[in-house]
């Protein structure tokens, strides 16, 4: 089989590190969203299945199929505004909740509108705002310092060296040289792991329009604009081609059939996909394909031993995830910056969104990452305004037979040069 062949362990380590940090960082905040609906302990324990299952099958599934890291996560500002929204609601009207907010976000890939908002943004803004959102976890990689700077010093010199000897297997070495010392000093929480099955628990659902404004919208809004447009940008940033409107009609019709179950909204994931689409993953873009799957894999067992992964993911440090989260992303960070300020004239609007995005600023609930956006846009907006469609950073650009002409002219007088 193809994957097996394509399968790396640096791919496989991309996968886990991406789980990791994905799952680590925000599984108390979904904690919380079940709790604020009146969760028992096996209610909770379905949504674990539910979203595992669901980010594992939309992630593993679709990538080996396109042959391209199709990573999907749930929706961790969806979570946190569940959490605080959800307080007077009942379980049965967050479900329905739930299922209006799958079915608006169907409808956004049926219809296409989404992708086609994508289409309109310059790739200057799309990496700026990937740079904004992924810095932040380069900015704690080295905040950890601070409670942690023995196993930051170490990870920080093994990665360097990984980088110089070993490029491919840099963020494995890392990662087990944190593993051998944490478990060393005995830092690794290891009586947190129980192993049991988790069981799906369904929820009938009950609709009423107060948990659609208050709940539904919300969720959706947010899922959206803080979820799904930086998840196009890290595609799009990395280089990869994809059918965008496909694929969040697949993650709409997903969250559709496990909202009774807890899936409350998946959605395109843009950290975890940088870690993914990174040349930590594998040299060849055409193989990274299976770190999504390996990383679907893994959370596919998360939903089947929910009680049990748990435990064990966070039983790290977490120093040491936001550590390796950090490493790891250096390289889409880099590339990300790279591509925002090379283009003069998309300079400064580009550095705005970096910056607003960075600054993690949440404005009528909608995070940074759709302000940043539109905040670039703004910007980009008042700097063109009013220049001809011809000209770019004040430099014209020359019509298409102009450039054949002018090649034309360019091989004559080379053939001429050459000629005996």
């Not at 324990?45 to 593993?60: E, K, N």
């Not at 500002?77 to 209006?100: D, H, K, Q, R, Y």
């Not at 601070?146 to 110089?164: D, H, K």
């Not at 390796?324 to 580009?350: F, K, P």
Request: overall charge positive.
């Amino acid at each position: 089989m193809r994957f097996f062949r394509d399968l790396s362990l640096s791919a496989f380590t991309a996968g886990f590190v991406a789980v990791l940090v994905g799952f680590t960082s925000s599984v108390v905040i979904v904690f919380q969203a079940a709790q604020a609906f009146g969760a028992t302990p096996e209610v909770i324990a379905s949504w674990m299945w539910a979203l595992g299952i669901g980010m594992g099958l939309t992630s593993a599934l679709p990538s080996l199929w396109l042959k391209k890291p199709v990573m999907v996560a749930w929706s961790t500002p969806g979570a946190a505004v569940l959490a605080t929204a959800g307080l007077g609601f009942s379980m049965n009207e967050a479900v329905g909740a739930f299922i209006v907010c799958a079915l608006l976000i169907t409808l956004a890939g049926v219809t296409g509108g989404f992708e086609r908002v994508m289409n309109r943004i310059p790739m200057a803004i799309a990496s700026a705002l990937l740079a904004g959102v992924l810095a932040r976890f380069g900015l704690a990689a080295f905040q950890a310092a601070q409670t942690a700077l023995p196993l930051v010093l170490l990870m920080l010199g093994t990665y360097l060296a990984g980088r110089r000897a070993m490029p491919r297997y840099a963020v494995p070495l890392t990662l087990l040289a944190a593993i051998v010392f944490c478990a060393l000093r005995g830092e690794l929480a290891w009586s947190a792991v129980h192993f049991s099955l988790a069981m799906p628990v369904f929820t009938m659902p009950a609709f009423s329009w107060q948990a659609v404004v208050s709940l539904a919208l919300p969720l959706f809004v947010v899922t959206m604009a803080s979820q799904n447009l930086p998840g196009v940008a890290a595609i799009r940033a990395a280089g990869y081609d994809m059918p965008i409107s496909k694929l969040i009609t697949m993650t709409g019709v997903a969250t559709l059939l496990l909202a009774p179950f807890g899936g409350y909204a998946l959605n395109l994931s843009a950290i975890t996909a940088a870690i993914c689409m990174g040349r930590e993953a594998h040299e060849d873009p055409a193989r990274r394909y299976t770190a999504a799957v390996s990383c679907g894999a893994i959370y596919v067992l998360i939903g089947l031993f929910g009680a049990a992964v748990t435990g064990l993911l966070t039983a790290f440090p977490k120093e040491l995830v936001a550590a390796i989260a950090g490493l790891a992303l250096l390289g889409t960070i880099g590339g990300g910056l790279a591509a925002a300020v090379r283009e003069e004239s998309h300079r400064e609007a580009a550095l705005i969104t970096f910056l607003v995005t960075l600054s993690g600023v949440t404005i009528a609930g909608i995070g940074s990452a759709f302000w940043g956006v539109v905040a670039g846009a703004l910007a980009l907006a008042v700097q063109q305004l009013g220049r001809g469609k011809s000209t770019q950073g004040g430099k014209a650009i020359a019509p298409a037979c102009k450039i054949r002409l002018d090649q034309k002219a360019a091989n004559a007088a080379a053939t001429e040069k050459n000629a005996p």
